[in-house]
């Protein structure tokens, strides 16, 4: 059932944008600080170091960059010790490196121009090109207020029909718009792990509870992954295939009593499926094509805002693993309770990408990458709300 103005209005409310501002640039904050006041000991030619390493049996890299493992023997050891915060006046401001932060900026254009043909073409050339921009940036605006595992379909229906577009009709653009996005996904994972092998794409050790099972990073990714698969075969069945015969069944599941105060909102979902088989099912190769290329191109674009981001610092950098970290990285952003994912976002740019950039780097990247990809949204979307 569409919300009402008020419901959205409540939902779009400009105090909100001040949460996700907090967390993420506090997270941000943290990183940036903890990663420039982080130290570590190099191993130079003996003589040349002033900290000895205290024999010890360690095993791990953490234990070797602790204090405690070495001791003090000036002119005479053969580790340094390096504080993040001092490499820092050894970067070297080229063109090169402006080059490639203001290509991550026209990713960024990229991928929302991508967005704006594909919603141009979902609504058969309705919207002009002022429309669509308007149209994307709210719907970014939005989901950047929503929790990621909530997200703003909702609000997009209610503003692709203030565009304009008939309720209906909006309701199966948004349907439409979640399975060529869930398809880009699922057909992303397979070549990632062609090219790269599962092996390099968990780098942390991150636990989740999932009804009562404690999950690490590997197992959150596959039940994500799995649960999106399952999620874009019914909706492509009922869509394409057998719209009346998935409305029956969700009205019959939901005549149960325990599910019964649901029936309702499964009445509209079974007619919002109708109304996009209705509008999509014999929509010609042109149109396919069409759609498909601009949700590709999109979402490379978004990703690819990491890889030259990096490229900005450090040019030796394993680019196809950056690309394929983030694709695992999607999954976890993925069920983040927090507005846009505001805060574990960066926590998991520094889990997933810490290993690939240079040392002391990391909280200076993860909050550039938020500058440039979720903050203005926000302010972008509260511009164009009123």
Wanted: hydrophobic content about 50%; overall charge positive.
């Amino acid at each position: 059932m569409p919300e009402s103005s008020e419901t959205i209005a409540k939902k779009l409310d400009y105090h909100k944008i001040i949460i996700p501002l907090i967390l993420g640039l506090g997270v941000a904050g943290y990183l940036l600080f903890s990663s420039l006041n982080e130290v570590k000991y190099t191993e130079v030619e003996n003589g040349k170091g002033d900290y000895i390493l205290v024999e010890s049996d360690f095993d791990s890299k953490q234990e070797i960059n602790d204090k405690n493992t070495f001791y003090i023997g000036e002119g005479q050891g053969n580790y340094i010790r390096e504080v993040a915060k001092d490499n820092l006046k050894d970067i070297h401001w080229s063109w090169q490196m402006g080059f490639w932060l203001f290509v991550a900026l026209l990713a960024m254009v990229a991928r929302d121009l991508g967005y704006m043909i594909r919603l141009r073409t979902l609504t058969n050339h309705k919207f002009n090109w002022r429309q669509s921009f308007r149209v994307v940036m709210l719907w970014e605006f939005a989901s950047s207020l929503s929790p990621s595992v909530v997200g703003g379909s909702s609000i997009a229906m209610f503003i692709i029909n203030r565009e304009g577009i008939s309720m209906g009709k909006s309701t199966a653009i948004v349907m439409i718009t979640a399975i060529l996005d869930e398809v880009f996904y699922i057909t992303m994972v397979p070549l990632v792990l062609l090219f790269i092998g599962s092996q390099a794409l968990f780098p942390i050790e991150l636990e989740k509870v999932i009804f009562g099972v404690t999950l690490g990073t590997r197992e959150i990714f596959w039940v994500g992954y799995v649960f999106i698969v399952i999620l874009v075969l019914v909706l492509v069945t009922a869509i394409f295939f057998k719209p009346r015969l998935f409305k029956y069944i969700l009205l019959k599941l939901f005549s149960w009593k325990i599910l019964r105060k649901w029936r309702r909102k499964s009445l509209d979902t079974g007619n919002e499926i109708m109304e996009a088989s209705k509008e999509y099912k014999n929509k010609s190769f042109k149109f396919w094509l069409s759609v498909f290329g601009s949700t590709y191109f999109s979402w490379m674009a978004r990703f690819l805002v990491v890889n030259f981001m990096i490229l900005a610092f450090v040019s030796g950098a394993d680019q196809v693993l950056i690309f394929g970290r983030q694709i695992v990285m999607w999954v976890i952003l993925l069920i983040s309770p927090t507005p846009g994912g505001a805060g574990v976002a960066e926590l998991a740019f520094s889990g997933f990408l810490g290993d690939l950039i240079p040392f002391g780097y990391v909280g200076i990247l993860a909050l550039l990458w938020r500058l440039i990809s979720y903050y203005p949204y926000l302010f972008i979307g509260a511009i164009i709300l009123p």
